[in-house]
């Protein structure tokens, strides 16, 4: 009974999902795709500013600015300590905090389909609060004063910038009942193991599903995910990476993974066959974590990254962004040199707000 208290006038998960479709269109500034370059201000700043307000409701729906379908929305890009980072006086760190426009949310996708009402997390991050407000602020019906959580999410792996968000479904917030989370069996078994994850599972506020290695499952109608192993520090799980297929284009998500050399699958490969590809850009070179041995810590270097790829991407191939990156990154500057040399080879950094089509 208590816990019937928590669901909030009826708007838990299934009220999310009732929305009836289509009755209008988000026209936030950055749709449809605004998906290069970075202007001085945050998308998301630009997405509220001014508040998003519904236009009184049209009797006969205007022409829809372009098949909505289903899109990749970028909800944040930086690594698990976020942009600026708790306890950092880097110059990064300090520009963000002078300037909003400069920081970032920590790495997370949502899949949107704007036809049906709802959205896909992918990664639940502790930035999940202001951005599944941003999924849903892109839906229909999802202006100012409602509130959209997804129909699921998808976990890549149990390090703190991936799934701490989970706790927002459980019973002191959102108390989510059996909201599907797919991630690798490992995961899985870590979060049925471990409070508070634990509670999550046993008041079935969330369902685990296991992700099955190369086995492609749908998260939502539309979109194919499949999960691969991909090497990383798994000291509480293993670690996906995620390839995404849409009706339209396919995207690869690999936020964290060792030196490409440490995979015993070739990057170029896997970047051939997608349309965008979002990899791991913690660190541009060596000697951006003082103190700490980077070989230590992983991470393709994105220097070398530019190389690797070079001719994948150079001939009308795929595009390559980097996400994930470490609040001491200097291509995290767009008058950076390592901005330069990223953008003269062809690649981008990603930004929160992008959106690409799937
Ligand atoms: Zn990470
Ligand atoms: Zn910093
Ligand atoms: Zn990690």
């Not at 009220?15 to 500034?29: E, V």
């Not at 965008?276 to 060596?286: E, H, I, N, R």
């Not at 795929?318 to 080879?345: C, D, M, Q, W, Y």
């Amino acid at each position: 009974m208590k816990r019937r208290r928590f669901i909030r006038n009826g708007l838990g998960a299934a009220g999310a999902w009732s929305l009836a479709p289509g009755i209008r269109f988000d026209r936030s500034p950055s749709f449809p795709f605004a998906a290069s370059g970075r202007s001085d201000q945050n998308p998301e700043d630009a997405a509220r500013i001014p508040p998003h307000r519904p236009d009184p409701v049209p009797k006969q729906r205007p022409e829809a600015p372009t098949a909505p379908g289903i899109t990749a929305l970028v909800l944040g890009t930086a690594q698990d300590g976020g942009l600026p980072q708790p306890g950092c006086a880097c110059g990064n760190c300090r520009r963000a905090r002078r300037d909003p426009g400069f920081a970032r949310k920590i790495t997370s996708l949502a899949l949107l389909d704007r036809t049906a009402g709802r959205y896909v997390l992918i990664e639940a991050t502790p930035d999940i609060r202001p951005q599944m407000e941003s999924a849903g602020r892109r839906l229909p019906g999802g202006g100012e004063g409602s509130a959209i959580l997804p129909s699921g999410v998808i976990l890549t792996h149990a390090h703190i910038g991936h799934y701490t968000g989970l706790m927002f479904f459980g019973y002191e917030a959102a108390s989510t009942r059996r909201l599907p989370v797919w991630a690798s069996a490992s995961m899985n078994r870590f979060l049925r193991g471990n409070g508070p994850w634990s509670q999550l599972v046993k008041l079935e506020n969330i369902d685990l599903r296991d992700i099955s290695r190369d086995r492609a499952f749908s998260p939502t109608p539309g979109i194919e995910v499949t999960g691969f192993p991909v090497p990383h520090r798994d000291e509480f799980s293993d670690t996906l990476g995620l390839r995404i297929r849409g009706p339209r284009s396919r995207l690869l998500f690999i936020p964290d993974i060792q030196r490409w050399e440490e995979w015993e699958r070739p990057i170029e490969e896997e970047v051939r066959g997608v349309d965008v590809a979002l990899l791991d850009g913690t660190f541009f070179g060596p000697g951006e974590l003082p103190g700490r041995d980077l070989r230590e810590i992983g991470h393709p270097l994105i220097r070398d990254t530019l190389t690797r790829l070079a001719a994948v991407v150079s001939k009308n191939g795929p595009r390559v962004l980097f996400t994930h990156l470490n609040h001491g990154n200097p291509a995290l500057r767009p008058e950076s040199e390592e901005r330069r040399r990223i953008k003269a080879a062809g690649f981008e950094v990603a930004e929160d707000g992008m959106e690409f089509p799937l």
